[in-house]
């Protein structure tokens, strides 16, 4: 069965530093999400992503936050300077059709850690 | 702001009897909710999910209703099995949009 994979499985940084989170979402997926949850909250979404642009983002990702597919194959997370409560698990998921109209799957997730 | 609520952090149900998660949600806009299982160190995988046009989903083992008037849903699994043993988290959405909102998860134990 496809699925959706994500490396690392483990980022450990500094604060400060930039890091980037990749997904291989399913190959004839056509949207794009990216999630995180902090240790024993709720998973929250960040962005979503069709058409090579942000379709919708949440108020969490701001300036330090992009998302970029720079192949036909990965999507990426980047955080261009990270902050200590940006710690969390990272999940990435993907649907073939728009949201409502087919079920996201998820990848295992990244768990970044900041120092 | 949460809008979308699960009051229940954690369940134990004995293998074999009915597992009722609940949620509840404060954004009458929301009108798609679906259910996701979680494990540990994995993503979350979908279960079911269910329209504001129905009342009721039901999927083997598993059935979500919906209850409008009261901005509640609730997942019924039946019977439980220990393999269930995982959070469930429900989730909600508004047509057009493509931001799921997550509830805080329930973690569920079936007993063996």
């Known amino acids: 069965e496809p699925e959706v994979t994500q490396t690392p499985s483990h980022q450990v940084t500094q604060m400060g530093q930039e890091v980037i989170l990749r997904c291989v979402p399913i190959s004839n997926h056509l949207y794009f999400y990216w999630y995180r949850q902090i240790l024993g909250q709720k998973v929250e979404f960040l962005v979503s992503?069709?058409?090579?642009?942000?379709?919708?983002k949440s108020e969490i990702f701001d300036d330090q936050f992009s998302v970029e597919r720079p192949d036909g194959s990965n999507f990426t997370l980047k955080i261009r300077s990270t902050k200590l409560e940006d710690s969390a698990m990272y999940f990435c998921a993907s649907t073939r059709q728009g949201p409502g109209r087919d079920t996201q799957y998820f990848g295992p997730g990244t768990r970044l850690t900041v120092l | 702001d949460q809008q979308v609520k699960q009051n229940s952090p954690s369940l134990s149900v004995q293998e074999g009897r009915i597992s009722i998660l609940n949620c509840d949600y404060t954004?009458?806009?929301?009108?798609?909710f679906l259910w996701y299982k979680k494990y540990p160190a994995e993503g979350p995988t979908f279960l079911i999910s269910?329209?504001?046009?129905?009342d009721k989903n039901e999927d083997g083992r598993f059935t979500v209703f919906l209850n409008k008037s009261a901005k509640h849903l609730s997942l019924h699994i039946v019977p439980s099995q220990p393999g269930d043993s995982a959070v469930y988290f429900c989730a909600a959405l508004t047509s057009g949009t493509y931001k799921y909102i997550f509830g805080t998860g329930t973690r569920l134990k079936v007993l063996a």
């Open positions: 992503f069709y058409n090579n642009e942000i379709s919708e």
């Open positions: 269910i329209s504001s046009i129905k």
């Open positions: 954004n009458s806009m929301f009108d798609y």
